[in-house]
Structure formats: structure tokens, C-alpha cells
């Protein structure tokens, strides 16, 4: 059982160029999450997805889209990588902890910069 | 929508002493409030969560405190060790809202032995 993993952990891109977050969950679980981290601003909703087939917008969603593949995977794109989207991203994947709650499983990150 | 404001933003502290971090919230919709734990170059992890039925709720070391009428909330760690170094969010959660969690800004702790 791998929980959440994500890749790349690490990439850096030049301003203008697209690339694709990767993340899947073997947990079964409907909800899954990107987030950016940047320093004092804590973790910022990009998109979620609350099952498979549909995805909906977060706090900052402009710059990046998502694909909600299947159950398991949702990735992340950036179409024209800009210098403020330097941040390390994490994806999260939820499990209901009761009517309304849930707690997240975080993938381990990934590094990026944008030049 | 909802706004979480998060302090201090660093917290260095003696080992043995206690920590307190204070959140406050700006939806009084708002019914769940978790605590996440980053230590550095790792994932966060929940470690504490509260629901607004409760007032406190205590787990070992780590104790959490919620105030619904002035909307603000509090994480505790007493008798501070080396690995409660980390990077503490808080965040608060609405129904109304999809449950979306909305963090705080993190704080730094940095126990010193």
C-alpha cells in the first residue's frame, strides 16, 4: 500500500514551458486534491476532484489545469509555466471521516521552479 | 469565503516547555478545525482535529482548544520535544463549502533541546 505518489519530485522549467504533475492513490478513496505551499501562505486549493469525471476550482486555479483520469489518478498541468508558479506542489487524496469530514493523505511533494 | 489567519509564525521554544499556536476564522459556518504536521522535506499529516461540538479534545501531549464565539481556535503541545519540530497549519472546514479545507499560513516550531 503506497498511500499517495506523486512524480516528478523535482523539475525545473524555463517561463513558457507545459509540463504535467502525476499523482495516484491506491487507497480508493473519491476525493483527491492539488495543492500548491508556498512560504507563510500555507497550502492553497488548485483544483479537486470529488470523484472520478468530475473536477471543480480551488482558491488559485488560474495558469493550471487538471485531468481526473480515473478513480485513482488526477494530474496536474501547466499549460505556459510562469515564474510565480514556483512552489512546491502537493496532491492529496481524501477519506471520509464521517458525514462531512474528511482527513487528507498527502503525496510527498513535488519541487518546482520556473525560470 | 472562508479566511484563516494563523500566529505566530515562527515559535522557538525550550525543550520541556510548552507551545501554543492561535488560529482564527471568519466563517462562523465553519465545524471542523484539523491540525496538520510537516516536518521538514515531508508530507503534512493530520495529528489533531476538533469539531465544533466539542470545546477541547486532548491527545498525549497534543491538546486542542475551540472557541465558536470569537472564532478562534488553539493546538497545545506540552513538554516539548526534539521531533515536535516542524511546521504546524491549522485549517477550518464549512458544509456550506463543500468541506474544503481553507489552512492557515503555518507555523515554524523550533524546539531547542
Known amino acids: 500500500n503506497a498511500g499517495v505518489t506523486q512524480t516528478p519530485k523535482f523539475q525545473v522549467l524555463k517561463t513558457g514551458q507545459s509540463m504535467t504533475l502525476q499523482c495516484a492513490q491506491d487507497m480508493n478513496h473519491n476525493s483527491m486534491y492539488w495543492y500548491r505551499q508556498d512560504p507563510g501562505m500555507g497550502l492553497r486549493l488548485i483544483y479537486y476532484?470529488?470523484?472520478?469525471?468530475?473536477?471543480d476550482k480551488g482558491e488559485v486555479p488560474n495558469g493550471y489545469n487538471v485531468s481526473r483520469l480515473n478513480k485513482r489518478e488526477f494530474s496536474l498541468r501547466l499549460e505556459s509555466a510562469a515564474p510565480s508558479q514556483t512552489s512546491v506542489y502537493f496532491c492529496?487524496?481524501?477519506?471520509?471521516?464521517?458525514?462531512?469530514?474528511?482527513?487528507?493523505?498527502f503525496g510527498s511533494g513535488t519541487q518546482l521552479s520556473v525560470l | 469565503g472562508e479566511n484563516v489567519e494563523q500566529h505566530p509564525s515562527t515559535l522557538s521554544v525550550q525543550e520541556g516547555d510548552s507551545a501554543v499556536i492561535k488560529c482564527t476564522y471568519s466563517d462562523s459556518a465553519s465545524n471542523y478545525f484539523p491540525w496538520y504536521k510537516q516536518e521538514l522535506g515531508k508530507r503534512p499529516q493530520l495529528i489533531i482535529d476538533?469539531?465544533?461540538?466539542?470545546g477541547e479534545k486532548k491527545d498525549q501531549r497534543i491538546a486542542v482548544t475551540l472557541n465558536k464565539t470569537a472564532k478562534h481556535f488553539s493546538l497545545h503541545i506540552t513538554e516539548t520535544q526534539p521531533e515536535d519540530s516542524a511546521v504546524y497549519f491549522c485549517?477550518?472546514?464549512?458544509?456550506?463549502?463543500?468541506?474544503?479545507?481553507?489552512f492557515g499560513g503555518g507555523t515554524r516550531v523550533l524546539v531547542k533541546p
Open positions: 476538533i469539531r465544533s461540538n466539542v
Open positions: 476532484s470529488a470523484s472520478e469525471g468530475t473536477t
Open positions: 492529496a487524496s481524501s477519506d471520509p471521516l464521517g458525514t462531512y469530514y474528511e482527513k487528507l493523505f
Open positions: 485549517a477550518a472546514a464549512a458544509k456550506a463549502a463543500g468541506n474544503k479545507l481553507t
